[in-house]
């Protein structure tokens, strides 16, 4: 066979050869054919973003089989004789979108729209495989699409509005079309499904075959035995271990029929090694009910939790367990499943043709598996007697790999084991499978309460788990061995105490729901509306364009950066010779040939601070620091030349990486810390009845932007053409033009929409400009710049972390009379980061009022990249350090903290830190009507009943409030309208970046309210450095506003200039008036500025008020935990269009869940790089980590006087209310301490509070075990 077939979107394409076999699908999708309406991010299977749906025939089932995968894992050429959809194929606006397009636009479940292809084609291929399909089955189908704006919420709506029993109004199943044409490569005839080509090629580097058969497989084996080979199936394990490089053959096993066989007796099953994922739980869970084989059902729920739907359809059951034998380290949920119900394996020796059956613990143990197949895996029935079960407990609630696994198999009669229990544990250590001596312990025991903890003590001592930074402690890993063993236990005993009684179950999720309420203000239609996004239907059907989605312009060249591995160091040489012998590496840029400064400054033309070096010249500062730039001719060879330059170091000195050692030594930036003084703290102290004091931590966050940094430079006739995704293009604008020492005009910048933000797109991108237009420059080529997300991740800068030591005084009542902070903040290696400190400041009084406060900020020095924005970059520690000093004072008082909370509320006639009387300040009542819709009061009651009858798991409410002071920042945001006399359409260009957070559409909504014409005219354009020059940052959630009040004045100045023709022609319709106009030589193109000022308050144009009711309930016994239901009550006065306002409320919670429960960087302590650098170590939330009954409510009748068109910002300040889901959980776990120890203590707040936190603070140990 000489070539490689595929057909896309029905068309048939003939795969070039001349690509490497590593190559993925949807690196042809995106840069051979130009399908770039799938996207691409992880590169790790991990995201979602690049899904695809695939349809071919599988030997397994002789029939056309249609399913979603991540293209990025997909190799090119496994894809012969398959169809493939991309959502091109599915809809378009000119076609007509497809119902999945339509509903995703339909219900706000786009913001900045980089998720949507991957979340629309993973709902295709689900409709595919189910037509009639459950909303249960909708919810967990989205484990593996990562969306960092949404929230999740209106996607699940959307999603849920297809199934048939979904409760969505106004919404139906579908019948869903078949696009493929089905049509077989090589008869051209439909396709029947019933054979699989083989398949022999040549492509560039390496040979790549599709055997059929296993003796053909085995010949292929035995021939390349002295070569490098890869057999591979989903080839999903190169998401987690990508460093195999390059093979000289591939053999591809899909074809291989004996591979998928099936076969069920009485006494086994055996399942073929290329059954994938998804199909071995529907093989299962069809025996599960026959004799010998219930254990299956326990088998399958697990299975569900492995990776996510899409690795599930393409990912086999052997690959997995190869993955384990390959890297006994590897947490396989699969391995630790099969070997407790003593698995075998059928293996097939390529040498001697033999095929043989062997335990499935030899994979770890005794066999050489390098010239071998796993063909088949035997699953024996389990006696009657035996109780299986298993565990996964993980950082969040799907997609994530195991902290510990475990199943436990154990023979009993009544309360006595007979025989020897299996117990298998996986996360522990790579050589770690046994619990042998509490095997053997428990062998034969009748179970009491001493045996129980006499086995929860040996298996948390003889577990010996690997010390790693990217592991949870060994203590907690040993601990939950235990409370899992214990939970097994204690499942077996059938009349153990009804307070125990929850102990052995997981915490059950059931279908999430939300509802919304809001007003709407008609009279101002189609401002303050609820209507869906303007870009909502071009984001939902892939047709948005991003900077790494432009085409590929002539000559264009690929630029990687050599990132410094070490923290601290000085630089002796860079040696690129290597990397210049590399085929498609053109030039080496480096300090030396910056024809400028090597310089971009941090903040602007907004702070005045010090320059971070583009390239470093001489000392890094952290690992990660962009050293110098390869370009080439394709991505591949610039990366692969990135990594041969040879970089030499005269000094490498051990990194500072913690705020307490750079404390320790002194690495305070001084000159910049930050006192703040408010009434007279040092006399409050006398005057209080009471003290308490603590620290409070949290940990850093990355912003999870779902497209990475990009910005490509292009040379023009006079000057360089250059589109960044970025928040700041003024600073952009800046950089480029500052490194090749040319003036502004030079640089023409365009920033077109961006894949979301959250503030990492403020400073970092101009790294990213400078770069490709210094490389556009001296290579007089065209230059992309994008970063893969292992390179960002190492690149950028982050949320600043915090220590902060707090003092509080207060009376007997609760009123909280001084408050003393001392902050320690690690900015990172320049002292730049100190404005996030003075944020910090600027909200340290949140939503309390208190009279007397001490504040010092620390801005300290480590060997990091300087820090970032990240969403509300004040608001966030400031919230969490008074939410919880609150806390702390309820507790010292024995009050639930909601009660403190209330007392010292700001209310109006409150003089804030400022001086500021607050009028108009709706806190108070934003917190009442918050109790009454969330009926607190009652819920209160039932928790206290649930936590008295349940010692295992426990629940609690916390409430949160924000006062988020909203500022004006910077000289203004200008916008240009543009009528177009002969249809009368308009075009608006303006200064602020639209990144998902609805701005075009408040934009369009404020010029259609004033021009009185419909929005379907308009369109907003992408921001240009030449129409909305010297442009702020877009940030601080003040930009929609800003902007859209700025393009509502240029609107009024046309309407003004309008008027006389108007007047002339009152019946005139919109077309022939602006007919009227031009041909009465009447301009119709306006610009405009709205200048931002302070009135009378010295740093905020008004306050967001909002405030949060979070219940959830915590496994005591693994520190999991679930969010039960959210409550939302905010102010923000006449909404300008209620549903994006909404959008964003739910994002900005999630966004902080992530931040206080989940999301945590972890570093090489020696190296100083950073380990969470991709999505297999880092975690935001997905699905089902979001409220499971959520409400958000906006107050009406409440315009704010202060803002523009009586609206209040709302991008940030929801976050702050997140800080809940921490504060409930901690409350939850206080409950629980306070019953097991009898102690009425206060856990200390560390942010993230991981299940290993949560577990760790109430203490377990085997005395407080019960039965
Ligand atoms: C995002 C993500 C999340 C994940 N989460 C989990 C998780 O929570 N729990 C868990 O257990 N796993 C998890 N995994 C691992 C996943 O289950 C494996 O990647 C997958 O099962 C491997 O199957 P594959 O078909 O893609 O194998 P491939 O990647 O194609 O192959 C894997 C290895 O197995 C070899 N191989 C494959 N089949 C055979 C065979 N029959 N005989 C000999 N060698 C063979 C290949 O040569 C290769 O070395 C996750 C993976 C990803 C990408
Ligand atoms: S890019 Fe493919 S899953 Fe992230
Ligand atoms: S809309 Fe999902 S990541 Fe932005």
């Known amino acids: 066979m000489a070539d490689v077939r595929c057909f896309i979107n029905g068309k048939e394409h003939i795969v070039p050869l001349t690509l490497p076999a590593t190559t993925t699908l949807n690196e042809y999708l ?8 799938t996207k691409v991010m992880c590169h790790e299977a991990g995201c979602g973003c690049c899904a695809v749906t695939v349809t071919h025939a599988t030997p397994e089932s002789d029939r056309l089989e249609t399913y979603s995968v991540q293209s990025c894992v997909t190799p090119l050429y496994a894809v012969d004789g398959w169809q493939i959809n991309t959502i091109e194929g599915i809809g378009s606006q000119k076609k007509g979108l497809h119902p999945i397009q339509e509903r995703v636009a339909k219900f706000n479940g786009t913001q900045c729209g980089y998720c949507t292809p991957g979340v629309v084609m993973n709902m295709y291929g689900l409709l595919h495989q189910k037509p009639k399909i459950t909303a249960q089955e909708v919810e967990d189908n989205f484990d593996g699409n990562i969306c960092r704006c949404t929230g999740y919420r209106p996607i699940l709506d959307a999603m849920k509005s297809f199934a048939n029993d979904g409760n969505i109004p106004g919404c139906e199943a579908i019948d869903i079309e078949d696009l493929n044409k089905n049509l077989c490569p090589k008869t051209g005839e439909t396709c029947q499904g019933k054979c699989t080509r083989r398949l022999d090629v040549q492509v560039n580097g390496a040979r790549w075959y599709r055997p059929v058969t296993l003796a053909e497989l085995g010949k292929l084996m035995t021939d390349y035995k002295d070569k490098k080979i890869r057999p591979v199936f989903g080839n999903t394990s190169t998401g987690i271990y990508k460093k195999g490089g390059l093979c000289d053959a591939y053999f591809d096993m899909r074809g291989v029929k004996e591979l998928y066989s099936f076969e069920a007796t009485s006494t086994t099953i055996r399942l073929g090694a290329a059954t994938t994922l998804t199909h071995v739980i529907e ?60 698995a075998n394996l059928e293996i097939y020796d390529t040498a001697s043709g033999q095929k043989s059956i062997t335990p499935i613990l030899d994979l770890l143990t005794k066999l050489k598996m390098g010239d071998k197949v796993l063909t088949a895996i035997i699953l024996p029935s389990l006696a009657d007697n035996v109780h299986y079960k298993s565990f996964k407990v993980t950082p969040r609630w799907q997609n994530a790999h195991a902290y510990v696994n475990a199943a436990f198999g154990i023979p009993v009669d009544g309360l006595t084991i007979k025989g020897r229990p299996s117990l298998v544990l996986g996360g522990i250590s790579a050589n770690t499978i046994h619990a042998t001596k509490t095997e053997d312990f428990l062998a034969n025991k009748t179970l009491s309460i001493g045996v129980i903890k006499e086995a929860f003590a040996l298996i948390r001592d003889e577990l010996k788990p690997t010390e790693s930074p990217l592991e949870t402690s060994a203590k907690y890993r040993k601990d939950l061995a235990g409370g899992l063993l214990y939970k097994v236990l204690l499942g077996l005993h059938k009349s153990r105490g009804s307070k125990v009684w929850s102990g052995p179950n997981d915490l059950h999720r059931p279908l999430s729901s939300g509802i919304q309420t809001f007003q709407e203000m008609s009279h101002e239609f189609p401002l303050k509306r609820a209507g869906p996004k303007m870009d909502a239907a071009v984001q939902a059907s892939g047709e948005a364009v991003y900077v790494n989605d432009m085409p590929k312009v002539q000559n264009e060249l690929y630029a990687a950066f050599t990132l410094a591995d070490v923290a601290s160091a000085t630089i002796e040489s860079l040696d690129a010779s290597e990397a210049l012998k590399l085929p498609g590496v053109t030039h080496f840029l480096s300090a030396k040939d910056i024809i400028g400064e090597n310089h971009y400054k941090f903040g602007g033309n907004l702070f005045d601070m010090p320059q971070h070096e583009v390239f470093a010249s001489k000392e890094v500062y952290y690992n990660g620091q962009p050293l110098c730039l ?56 006398s005057t209080v009845d009471h003290t308490v004091e603590g620290t409070i931590r949290m940990g850093s966050q990355y912003h999870f932007y779902m497209e990475t940094q990009v910005s490509l430079a292009v040379p023009s006739e006079d000057g360089i053409d250059l589109y960044s995704s970025t928040q700041y293009s003024d600073m952009c604008h800046h950089a480029a033009a500052q490194i090749i020492g040319k003036p502004f005009n030079y640089i023409n910048i365009t920033v077109p929409r961006i894949g979301g933000g959250f503030g990492g797109k403020s400073f970092d991108p101009a790294l990213l400009s400078s770069a490709a237009t210094l490389a556009a420059y001296i290579s007089d080529r065209p230059v992309r710049l994008n970063l893969d997300l292992n390179s960002n991740i190492r690149i950028c800068g982050k949320r600043p972390p915090f220590v ?16 003393d902070i001392d902050f320690a903040s690690d900015i990172g290696f320049t002292d730049q980061g100190h404005i996030l400190t003075i944020d910090a400041a600027t909200y340290m009084d949140m939503s309390y009022f208190v009279p007397n406060w001490h504040w010092v900020g620390r801005s300290m020095k480590t060997n990091k990249k300087s820090v970032q924005p990240v969403r509300a970059p004040g608001a966030v520690p400031s919230a969490l350090i008074i939410e919880s000093i609150m806390e702390h004072v309820a507790k010292a008082l024995d009050k639930h903290p909601m009660r403190i909370k209330e007392i010292n509320l700001y209310q109006n006639g409150h003089k804030d830190i400022y001086g500021h009387i607050l009028q108009n300040c709706t806190l108070k009542e934003v917190w009442q009507r918050l109790k009454d819709v969330a009926e607190i009061e009652g819920r209160l009651k039932q928790v206290d009943n649930f936590n008295r009858e349940n010692t295992w798991k426990k ?45 075009y559409t408040k934009v369009a909504q404020g010029v259609a309210y004033v021009l009185g014409i419909s929005l379907d005219n308009i369109k907003v354009r992408p921001m240009q450095g030449i129409s909305s020059p010297n442009s702020s940052i877009t940030g601080a959630s003040v930009v929609s506003e800003s902007s859209m009040q700025a393009a509502i004045k240029a609107a009024e100045i046309l309407k003004e200039r309008m008027r006389p023709i108007r007047e002339k022609f009152p019946d005139a319709n919109w077309k022939e008036l602006c007919m009227k106009c031009d041909a009465n030589k009447i301009d119709l193109s306006a610009r405009s500025f709205n200048k931002h000022e302070l009135f009378d308050h010295p740093v905020f144009n008004y306050n967001t008020y909002a405030a949060a009711a979070t219940e959830t309930e915590v496994d005591i016994l693994t520190g999991e935990s679930q969010i039960r239901r959210v409550d939302i009550m905010a102010d923000y006065g006449e909404s300008l269009n209620p549903v994006i306002d909404i959008g964003q409320t739910e994002g900005a919670f999630v966004m902080g869940l992530g931040n206080f429960l989940i999301e945590d960087t972890k570093f090489d302590m020696e190296t100083g790089r950073i380990l969470s650098d991709g999505t297999w170590n880092y975690k935001p939330p997905t699905s089902k980590d979001i409220p499971i009954d959520w409400r958000i409510h906006l107050l009406p009748n409440t315009p704010n006087p202060s803002g523009i068109r009586s609206s209040k910002a709302c991008g940030e300040p929801p976050i702050s209310l997140s800080t809940g889901v921490l504060l409930a959980n901690k409350l939850a776990l206080e409950y629980a301490r306070q019953e097991l120890f009898g102690k009425k203590d206060f856990i200390p707040v560390d942010a993230p509070f991981t299940p290993e ?4 603070s109430v203490g377990i140990n085997e005395s407080i075990l019960m039965m």
């Open 804 to 819: 902060a030591k707090y003092k509080a005084g207060f009376n007997n009542d609760g009123a909280v009379q001084v408050v």
């Open 1253 to 1256: 936190k949560a577990h760790q």
């Open 955 to 999: 629940r609690a409410i916390s409430m949160t409030a924000c006062k988020h002071g909203i500022q004006f920042y910077g000289p203004g945001f200008g916008a240009t309208v543009s009528i177009f006399c002969r249809d009368g359409s308009v075009a608006i260009t303006q200064g602020g970046v639209e990144m998902g957070q609805g701005l």
């Open 283 to 342: 093989r299962l869970k069809a025996h599960q009910e026959k004799p010998g084989f219930s254990y299956l059902s326990e088998v399958c729920k697990h299975l569900k939790v492995v990776a996510n739907v899409m690795v599930r359809n393409t990912a086999c059951i052997g690959g997995n367990l190869m993955v384990k034998y390959w890297h006994h380290e590897f947490p396989s949920d699969v391995f630790t499943l099969l070997e407790c119900a003593g």
């Open 30 to 37: 995106r840069e051979t054919v130009g399908l770039k309406g």
């Open 630 to 685: 390869i370009l080439a001719e394709t991505q591949s060879a610039a990366n692969e030349g990135a990594k041969r330059v040879k970089v030499t170091y005269s000094e490498i000195r051990p990194p500072v990486l913690t705020i307490e050692e750079s404390l320790a030594k002194d690495m305070e930036f001084k000159h910049v810390r930050k006192t703040v003084v408010v009434g007279e703290p040092d006399e409050a102290w």
